[in-house]
């Protein structure tokens, strides 16, 4: 059973809209959520990241919005430029029991910006 | 300069011969990580180490075995590659202080033919 989902699996805007990812989660122990950037041939790079005790971050242009009580969360990117076509992923983990330091990812959503 | 570096970047193995993939952090975090990465599915934790000698299994662990010596240096090793092992291997590495996200290795390309 997946325990991060992500939707969609792929999505196209024009340069200056606003993108909007989604992710999902299952464990009710989860209680943080990094998002992660990657680029072809690179690996995972850290984007941004929440807390389950906030329910909004915000770093320039990326702000993350997080629903504990539906266990979902979206990234957002306003103003979206070409620069930011990329694979981005979702992920979780605990801090006790059998989660505890263990990430698990979503599949990805391939962001595609045209200019 | 904060770091994970992952050697081989690329690799060829035949079916049966034997992989090590090796992984080195300059920042003496305490836990270490092996992913990998198909296309469509994310990233998989292979093995998760907490520190020297303290590994434990991630989701797909098997196949794969591990060993940290140092806290600098955790290894993925394959014995007897199979074809279904061809994938891209991700080292990553955090603090183990109040959940920090790991920063990752450029990865290994590994093709087992």
């Known amino acids: 059973q997946q325990q991060v989902r992500q939707s969609p699996q792929s999505l196209t805007v024009w340069e200056g809209e606003t993108a909007i990812l989604n992710c999902s989660y299952e464990d009710s122990t989860f209680n943080y959520f990094p998002w992660y950037q990657q680029f072809p041939g690179e690996g995972p790079a850290l984007l941004i990241s929440i807390r389950s005790v906030s329910d909004k971050k915000e770093d320039g242009r990326f702000t993350i919005f997080f629903n504990k009580r539906e266990k979902k969360l979206s990234l957002h990117i306003t103003d979206s430029q070409p620069g930011d076509s990329a694979t981005y992923f979702c992920?979780?983990?605990?801090?006790?029991?059998?989660?505890?330091?263990?990430?698990?990812f979503g599949h990805g959503t391939i962001l595609r910006v045209h200019p | 300069d904060m770091k994970v570096t992952q050697m081989p970047r690329y690799l060829i193995k035949r079916m049966g011969e034997n992989v090590l993939l090796e992984c080195g952090q300059d920042m003496s975090h305490e836990t270490m990580y092996w992913y990998r990465q198909d296309p469509g599915l994310g990233l998989q934790l292979i093995y998760i180490s907490y520190d020297v000698d303290s590994n434990s299994e991630g989701d797909i662990p098997k196949g794969y075995r591990v060993s940290r010596k140092k806290r600098e240096h955790f290894s993925l090793i394959l014995d007897s590659a199979k074809t279904n092992q061809t994938s891209v291997y991700f080292c990553?590495?955090?603090?183990?202080?109040?959940?920090?996200?790991?920063?990752f290795g450029e990865g290994t390309r590994l093709s087992v033919l």
């Open positions: 992920a979780a983990s605990g801090s006790t029991g059998a989660n505890t330091g263990k990430l698990t």
């Open positions: 990553a590495s955090s603090s183990g202080m109040n959940n920090q996200a790991p920063l």
